[in-house]
């Protein structure tokens, strides 16, 4: 290991997932104050700072910076949606060895739930008649978030004979590991015929096959090898980060079967030395099941269109050889709007063998999979136990 | 393609550039456009004032409005004003027989009618004076 590797020594998150009396900016403050305790960092350290989804207006960093009085050197806003706090662990990693900073908060916060209720991913977004960009070739049609995934899962089925069985079974397995999670947002026992008799929100995806909608926010503290010495947790280190986009609306996605993950993952595996097989957990971005399915192809567990046997082989699952969503996931425990964050956080936990009753045994390497807009922006990254 | 013009248009309305308007124009005419580049030869949609290929400035080219159903989804739940009264209606992506894809309203059939590969027809529906966007039916 080298004086300037990268290293996470702090993790927080705020109240979740009903947290009516916390406002945006005050879940980043919680999360913020939570990671700082569980570091033992001191806040004025911090001099590099990297956020997204704030306010959705383009001076979010800035704005939350002031709030949170961070004096920064080295500042990030990049916003890849739900996966941009993957690319910001990717870009403090650089930074950090570059010397542009020593101490890097990655900050996330929300009152998703609180403000919007729960919606499935089928609230109308915006209230502007006119759209231009490349959103004004769907605007006119009618097509919610979930439609989207949909299209997706669609193809899938066609293209590799893909069962709403095996889909179901994503959100089977991760609804076990909510139940392990006091906080989660359903803990109730699922089976693969609850998923199959929900209600049909978008064909195929059902409601059981989308994401919950809660509040919730964390943050991340990083430093390098060397600061992170005299720090009390034990360092979790990121040994490969790395991300692309293949589309931004879904109607550019090419394929539909396909993402960015096919050329990041095998990029962050390289970074850190490991294959796929060496992974012990996976912190994947279940805002769909068919999130789960395209991005297990695509990072490597198993090849292309296999995704549907391999998960109902049950890999997935409590005591399988790849346990996912280890705190109960979006799809069970937490959803705010982008999870990134808690992909990281939760990995960081069980790498530290802090998972309760959760923990993988013997865990020492996690990959952590984010998915931006429609599968559009994907962020992987792999931590290692210190 | 045949050219509709409804009553009246309550759902979100094109915004679009200098590059992107003569699409909708020539849409209101009824003929369906996409894009080719005179440099490379990809062709491309939605339009736009390079070629994502290889950067030259890309022409027009006349679609037949033929093509099939690439994937689709079934809207059986969504709050948003104008849509929320049309349940259930089918969104889906077409595969043109220029080989590239356009996104739009499936319409004409039965939702539980569509399949993957089922040919469909563009045509035009006027969402304002001189503007019309693509909507499908089975051909
Ligand atoms: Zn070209």
């Known amino acids: 290991m080298a004086a300037r590797d990268p290293v996470i020594v702090g993790i927080g998150l705020s109240d979740y997932p009903k947290a009516p009396h916390l406002s945006t900016l005050e879940h980043h403050a919680q999360a913020l104050q939570r990671a700082l305790a569980d570091s033992g960092v001191q806040k004025g350290d911090i001099d590099g700072f990297l956020c997204a989804g704030v306010s959705g207006t383009s001076d979010d960093a800035v704005m939350a910076a002031e709030y949170l009085g961070i004096r920064h050197r080295y500042i990030d806003s990049t916003m890849t949606g739900g996966a941009a706090f993957e690319f910001h662990v990717q870009h403090a990693a650089a930074a950090l060895r570059d010397g542009l900073c020593e101490m890097v908060l990655v900050s996330y916060g929300s009152d998703f739930l609180s403000r919007m209720g729960r919606t499935l991913g089928t609230a109308s977004f915006g209230s502007s008649r006119r759209v231009s960009g490349g959103a004004m070739w769907e605007a006119p049609y009618g097509l919610p978030l979930v439609g989207s995934y949909a299209m997706v899962a669609q193809r899938h089925i066609f293209e590799f004979g893909t069962t709403s069985e095996q889909l179901a079974e994503i959100a089977v397995?991760?609804?076990?590991?909510?139940?392990?999670?006091?906080?989660?947002?359903?803990?109730?026992?699922?089976?693969?015929?609850?998923?199959?008799?929900?209600?049909?929100?978008?064909?195929?995806?059902?409601?059981?096959?989308?994401?919950?909608?809660?509040?919730?926010?964390?943050?991340?503290?990083?430093?390098?090898?060397?600061?992170?010495?005299?720090?009390?947790?034990?360092?979790?280190?990121?040994?490969?980060?790395?991300?692309?986009?293949?589309?931004?609306?879904?109607?550019?996605?090419?394929?539909?079967?396909?993402?960015?993950?096919?050329?990041?993952?095998?990029?962050?595996?390289?970074?850190?030395?490991?294959?796929?097989?060496?992974?012990?957990?996976?912190?994947?971005?279940?805002?769909?099941?068919?999130?789960?399915?395209?991005?297990?192809?695509?990072?490597?567990?198993?090849?292309?269109?296999?995704?549907?046997?391999?998960?109902?082989?049950?890999?997935?699952?409590?005591?399988?050889?790849?346990?996912?969503?280890?705190?109960?996931?979006?799809?069970?425990?937490?959803?705010?709007?982008?999870?990134?964050?808690?992909?990281?956080?939760?990995?960081?936990?069980?790498?530290?063998?802090?998972?309760?009753?959760a923990q993988v045994p013997n865990c020492e390497l996690a990959l952590c999979a984010g998915s931006g807009g429609y599968l559009s922006c994907i962020g992987t990254v792999i931590l290692g136990r210190g | 393609m045949e050219v509709v013009r409804p009553e009246a248009w309550h759902k979100p309305l094109p915004d679009p550039?200098?590059?992107?308007?003569?699409?909708?124009?020539?849409?209101?005419?009824?003929?369906?456009?996409?894009?080719?580049?005179?440099?490379?030869?990809?062709?491309?949609?939605?339009?736009?004032?390079?070629?994502?290929?290889?950067?030259?400035?890309?022409?027009?080219?006349?679609?037949?409005?033929?093509?099939?159903?690439?994937?689709?989804?079934?809207?059986?739940?969504?709050?948003?004003?104008?849509?929320?009264?049309?349940?259930?209606?089918?969104?889906?992506?077409?595969?043109?027989?220029?080989?590239?894809?356009?996104?739009?309203?499936?319409?004409?059939?039965?939702?539980e009618a569509v399949r993957i590969g089922l040919p469909v027809e563009a045509y035009a529906v006027e969402v304002e004076a001189g503007t019309a966007i693509p909507f499908w039916r089975p051909a």
């Not at chain 1, 430093?223 to 992170?228: F, I, K, L």
């Not at chain 1, 296999?306 to 346990?323: M, S, Y």
Request: proline content about 5%; overall charge negative; charged content about 20%.
């Open chain 1, 173 to 357: 397995g991760v609804r076990e590991y909510a139940g392990l999670n006091p906080l989660a947002m359903y803990r109730d026992p699922l089976s693969v015929d609850d998923v199959l008799s929900s209600r049909m929100i978008a064909d195929p995806l059902h409601k059981l096959d989308c994401c919950v909608v809660s509040d919730g926010g964390g943050a991340v503290l990083m430093t390098t090898e060397e600061r992170a010495r005299d720090l009390p947790q034990p360092g979790v280190r990121v040994l490969g980060a790395a991300g692309g986009q293949t589309h931004w609306n879904i109607s550019q996605m090419g394929d539909f079967t396909r993402s960015a993950a096919q050329q990041c993952a095998p990029e962050a595996f390289g970074r850190a030395g490991v294959t796929p097989a060496d992974i012990d957990t996976i912190q994947f971005y279940d805002s769909f099941t068919i999130t789960v399915l395209v991005m297990l192809e695509d990072c490597g567990f198993c090849a292309k269109g296999e995704g549907g046997p391999f998960v109902a082989e049950g890999h997935l699952k409590r005591g399988g050889r790849l346990p996912m969503n280890t705190d109960g996931g979006g799809l069970s425990a937490s959803h705010s709007g982008m999870r990134g964050i808690f992909l990281l956080i939760e990995a960081v936990r069980q790498l530290r063998g802090q998972g309760g009753e």
């Open chain 2, 17 to 111: 550039d200098a590059t992107e308007r003569p699409f909708y124009e020539a849409a209101a005419r009824g003929e369906l456009r996409f894009q080719q580049c005179p440099a490379c030869a990809h062709r491309q949609f939605y339009p736009r004032a390079l070629c994502t290929a290889c950067g030259a400035a890309p022409e027009w080219a006349i679609a037949s409005g033929r093509g099939s159903v690439y994937t689709f989804t079934i809207l059986r739940q969504y709050h948003a004003e104008h849509f929320r009264d049309e349940l259930p209606y089918v969104v889906a992506m077409i595969e043109l027989e220029e080989g590239v894809k356009m996104f739009g309203t499936l319409t004409g059939c039965e939702p």
